[in-house]
């Protein structure tokens, strides 16, 4: 198996094969990004291989930089500022902050400038009653204003759409017509959901994601099979499942980014090995840590997902909270003295200062150094010398009266505490008790940070898996295979319903199995709806629906269903107020290929220390702790803190207190010994 | 006072008492007291009006000139 | 307690020595960096769990609550943690918790307690938010209360749901809570419960959602405890002061550095709604010494004689909203913030209205033009710093009806005039669609509005022309038009049409005002679109604004229109009602702004060819309906025209 992260910075390809993980690691190029792809596959080899799963964060940045191609944009006359609105919040911390603009708005950056936005006569009222026919030769004339524009595709949001396309598939005729061959996106066919800002929206990235993706998936199979590849390229979505490539190209607004969501189905995959199925998952980066949840073995996942503040596109998404606590993350001091670590980050160029590139700002990577938990010559498996100097320069060029020694273990400490509170807030928000839950911590910094949270948080232990560093991309070879489909239809669910949700799903799941093919039966179906009670503004999503037909037996159900998980994620019950459906969704999961983790045989390994090393700065007088090699140990070794685990990309530090145990597939599994304060 | 008939006056204005003094801050001699909401609620208080410097600060009533009429009970008397 | 004003030549916090900081704070430096952020996660994780939890679209969509962390009588209720939630409740928030527990007795308090009160004129905002109060006790001692104030559907009174402008004392508001108990030692007090929920409508909603909050003062008091257990009771009463003391150092900090002087502003309420014969006016004189400065309202009207009026801590609240937005306006809001500053008001005007006849509901559109006033105020000073206005007023639009087969339906906060424009600022040109400086919130998509009610949103655009021109362009008015496919009632409410909000700075010009109509179905019974020009309004009923008589579009010139002149507006099937929001102010000289930008605006249509001469001395060539990209600047005619422009001033 094959995954590729294409990256800002690097491109990683992973291999796994009989159980041991490779990388090949090349430098990203935005100018030509198949390139370093095929390069990486080429030096992994790819005969033989069954699949190649890729994930980018390509569109995304292509969306972040407005680096975009020029489309244009077709709704209801009166409607074009829909666009500009989004759902109209500020961010809170902007709340008194008259300088903060909506970065998508006209006032900004806008994707679809206002002029490139056009009205076009027409109205349809929510029954699919036409209150007003599509004016035609009015539509012509906005038509023929984008050609003059030379737009190279065109986005198709209408009014009420959701519950009848024919006004926007008759424009898309008429826009061939004007404009010829080139992308056109329909929003009753992207995503046909009501609420028109979140569908308008995704139906401009899709429209985008084409003109992004299309020439560089096409060149990345032709290329991948030149090189003698004969499996399947699939394309990562927003929740890390997996796609054909080319039926991802059919809905490309899915695939806009996959980056973070992976580190959580390779937390998902890890849960099914170990028998844990509740996992807190927190993915220390350069500049941020990522947390996500892992319950009852699977991800949590959102309906929505934005792109950048109340950018929002109605993709499946892994929920991703970030704080700003990355190996790069800068240190600097308040105006009233207090150390601060993020959200700035010294990101991967310059770096931290002790990288020697130029970033002259302490970072948390230049505190940990300090203190001695990263060994300068042997990090990134010694690809680069850290110089201690530099990193100590930097935290003595702070403006504050405080001594060395408490820059660098407030820094290190307080990066802690702000990770143990967004973990805090995301289990809260999700109505879970992280008692019940194991941390796992991993990318590089991972293993050397999360450990103190420990002291901060009641979770169950902390699990170090093998490779940290490498441990998101695992994710791509450990993700399913899913087809999906949604749309919506206000029914209030009661006698007489059951024909109308049928027809949909029955519409839906007719689709998916055309698609991946009449005859399989290996495929697992899964329905679910998000529905509302009746007077709330929003929805509760993913509510189970049973296999099989829906009749008017089902309707009951499903609103027994709903109060019951609206109870399991709220808290409360309403069973007198009637339930709405509002999106059904299908997804047919197929099978695939996965990372399987060796186990490791218990041998008879030395748990001896390499050596001791100092510490500093944690408390008053230098720790003296054990340092060992994680290759080493083996199943059932104990390493009681303070320690020092070292591997080729990471360091876990086992705190005071602490006790690493390893596991039966090498992961260590970090617990407060007892009696521990 | 527990009710308050609507102002007959269209516009009104806070009176500020002079007093006699000197302010310790900036050595002014124009002072005044009257009525202010600040950090911690309402005070009376006694500043210089030209360098605003407090020289007393008195806690002054819970809920500013209203007094909920129920509130009379504990204190045996009315209005 | 400690001093309460700051004096300027003390050696600032940053600057304090380990020892010196221990023996302020009795906690070392990190620690209280710890329980500082601490502080704000605490209250970020209760709204969180209430946002997860609470069954009201209001507290979801405008996060109409907040929460503190307060400290105990003996720290002066020091409050180091204001949730960032809805703006209008900030300041309030520290005063209210105060009142409430003092009026009840700390001495009474034990554990397990939870205090609520609801009175405007002891807690601030409207009846509808209740405050509660819950006692946090470690070994016996109060260490501090955690609180939550949060808006309920309905408390009773003569209007379902409360909001109304024509409500005239408190006994039509709604219920009146004094400070009581809800539960005493973990139990429910039972008369207390059946005290609200016998006068109030929507019951079986608020029911959920206050034991909801209940258990939300439980989470935050865990919080709390835990980090007293961890840290000690001493450091968190001293890491509580050291919070607000940090606030009110970048408070006077950031005075220091505004020119010392002496500022006067006003902005007016167009009416109440008993009749339009009273303007009120809301008057400022802003006195600013060093780090010090005082705000005095002297000046300003007297109540109004429906529920349109605020109180004296929403008048705080304001100018602390206010001084926040002009200074310091990323970091979060203490109680310590206002040390500098002292609110002087006299009581009986609309923001410092009594009881009885002084009702309060539609409390924030008074100290919108507080806020207003203030800015205006600071901009005779801040030159580049300025902030021009906004759109200013809720524009809240509620309706009503009975579909034919007898089920009744309402829409409320949808259709009328909610979103709108920002003022610029030297950070360029300002958003459109926005909710006003003292409001956040999710607007209702139009599909879901649709789904809710028989209305058609026939547009919902910006209105050329409308924006306050400047070298910074302020955001535009917003035309909603709202189509009604059954009989109606509807509640209007707009407050500031009669001078424009949308005030410009440094040399900016002002927003135009906006307005509200109707026009009847058409005799034809098809529909159509309608511009938002001059001439669009002649065969338009005009509902509120200041009007031409004859054309009824906005005019300067005109006079002034009454919405309350018809208490209810009812309509009749394809009925179209169109609210039109104020532009905001534009920011600095609009002759300055690049022609390359101002050709942007027309191409865009935020401006036309005609609005780009006449407001930027532009000379813009070309179609900009047709051909967008083929509009061409006449630098030659653009230079004359400016020139002229500038000379004629």
Partial sequence: ?677 | MHAFPRPEEEYLAVERAPVAGTCPECGGGNLAEYPVLGEGGWWNVRKCQDCLASLERERGPLFGVYVPLGLEILRGAGG | MEATTVSTGATLIRDLDANAFLQRYRCDRFTATVLASRFGYVVEHMCSQLLTTAFSPILRDFYDFAATVTGPPSADYATPAVSNSIILFTGTMTDSVRNTVEEYGPARLEPGDVIVANDPYRTGTHINDLLFCRPVFHAGELVGLVNLKAHHLDMGGSVPGGFSATKTNVYENGLVLSPRALYRAGRPVQETWSLIFDNVRFGSFMFPDMQTICANLELGERLLLETVERYGAEAVLGAIEYVCDAAAERMTLALEAVPDGIWEAEDFVDCDGIDDTEAYRVHVRLTKRGGRAEVDLSGTSRQARSCINGTALDAKSTVGTAFKYVLDPRTPFTSGTLRPIDVVVPPGTIVSALPPDGAVFLYWEGTQALIAAILRAFAQVLGDAAIAGDHGSANLHNAGGVLPNGTPWVSVGQCGGEQGAYGATVDGDADTFTLSYQANGIAPAVEATENDAPVAMLRHEIVPDTAGPGYHRGGSGVVRDSLWLQPAHHYAMPLRFRVPSGFGVNGGGDGETGGVWLWEPPADGVVRQRGAGEDDYRDAVPVTGHLDPETHAPSRSGEYVWFGREPLWRTQPLAVLRYVSNGGGGWGDPLEREPERVKVDVRDGYVSVTGAARDYGVVVTGDPDDDPEGLAVDLEATERLRASRREQR
Avoid at chain 1, 560 to 583: A, I, K, S, W
């Fill in chain 1, 1 to 677: 198996m094959l995954g590729v992260d294409v990256g800002g910075t690097f491109t990683d390809v992973v291999s796994v094969r009989d159980g041991r993980i490779e990388v090949a690691k090349v430098p990203s190029d935005p100018a030509t990004p198949a390139a370093p792809v095929i390069e990486g596959a080429r030096r992994l080899g790819v005969e033989g291989r069954p699949v190649f799963n890729h994930a980018s964060t390509m569109g995304l940045n292509a969306v972040i930089t407005r680096r975009l191609p020029k489309i244009g944009f077709l709704t209801t006359e009166g409607h074009r500022d829909m666009l500009t609105m989004g759902t109209v919040w500020r961010p809170l911390d902007a709340q008194t902050d008259a300088g903060w603009r909506r970065s998508f708005g006209d006032a900004a950056r806008p994707l679809v400038p206002r002029y490139l936005r056009r009205g076009v006569t027409e109205r349809l009222l929510p029954d699919g009653s036409v209150l007003t026919p599509l004016d035609e030769e009015q539509a012509r004339r906005q038509l023929a204003v984008l050609a003059r524009c030379r737009v190279e595709g065109v986005a198709i949001c209408l009014l009420n759409a959701y519950v009848d396309a024919t006004h926007e598939k008759r424009l898309r005729e008429l826009a061939r017509e004007v404009l010829g061959e080139l992308p056109i996106s329909l929003s009753s066919e992207t995503s046909p959901l009501a609420k028109e800002y979140a569908r308008a929206s995704t139906t401009v990235v899709d429209v985008l994601m084409k003109l992004v993706y299309a020439d560089y998936a096409t060149e990345l199979d032709r290329e991948l099979r030149d090189l003698g590849f004969a499996g399947e390229l699939n394309f990562a979505d927003c929740a890390a499942t997996l796609l054909p490539w080319e039926a991802a190209l059919e809905q490309p607004f899915r695939i806009v980014v996959a980056g973070p969501a992976a580190g959580t189905v390779s937390c998902a995959r890890l849960a099914e090995t170990l028998a844990d199925g509740n996992l807190i998952c927190c993915d220390v980066g350069g500049t941020s840590t990522d947390v996500s949840l892992v319950r009852d073995f699977r991800p949590i996942v959102s309906n929505t997902f934005e792109l950048e503040h109340d950018l929002v596109i109605n993709a499946l998404s892994t929920e991703v909270r970030s704080v700003g606590a990355g190996g790069g993350s800068i240190v600097s001091i308040s105006a009233t003295g207090d150390v601060l670590v993020g959200p700035a980050s010294a990101g991967a160029d310059p770096g931290p200062a002790c990288y020697g590139r130029g970033g002259d700002a302490p970072t948390l990577t230049d505190a940990c150094l300090l203190m001695g938990l990263l060994d300068p010559d042997g990090f990134a498996g010694g690809a680069l010398r850290l110089d201690v100097e530099l990193a100590r320069a930097a935290f003595e060029a702070l403006d504050t009266p405080l001594p060395l020694a408490q820059r660098v273990s407030f820094a290190y400490r307080i990066a802690a505490a702000n990770v143990a509170e967004e973990v805090i807030d995301i289990a809260i928000r999700h109505g879970v008790d992280p008692r019940d839950f194991s941390l796992v911590a991993y990318g590089a910094a991972g293993p050397m940070l999360l450990p103190a949270t420990l002291e901060l948080l009641h979770v169950k232990r902390i699990v170090v898996p093998p490779h940290p560093g490498l441990f998101s991309a695992v994710g791509l070879l450990s993700a399913d295979l899913v087809y999906s489909d949604s749309r919506s239809a206000y029914v209030v669910l009661g006698p007489g319903t059951a024909g109308t949700v049928a027809a949909v799903f029955e519409e839906m799941e007719e689709r998916l199995r055309r698609r991946v093919g009449a005859d399989r039966d290996d495929v697992e179906i899964r329905r679910s709806f998000d529905g509302r009670l009746y007077g709330q503004s929003w929805e509760t999503p993913f509510v189970a629906v049973p296999e099989g037909p829906i009749d008017e037996e089902t309707i009951p159900e499903l609103v027994e269903r709903f109060h019951d998980e609206y109870e399991r994620r709220f808290g409360n019950r309403f069973p007198m107020l009637p339930v709405q459906g509002v999106t059904y969704r299908v997804q047919l999961v197929v099978p695939t290929d996965k990372v399987e983790y060796a186990r490791l045989e218990p041998r008879d390994a030395s748990t001896a220390p390499r050596r001791t090393l100092e510490l500093r700065y944690l408390a008053d007088e230098p720790l003296h702790a054990a340092e060992h090699e994680r290759e080493t140990l083996s199943s059932g070794s104990r390493v009681e803190g303070p320690a020092v685990i070292r591997e080729a990309l990471s360091t876990t530090f086992v705190y005071p207190g602490q006790v690493a145990t390893v596991g039966g597939v090498g992961e260590l599994v970090i617990e407060r010994t007892a009696g521990a304060d």
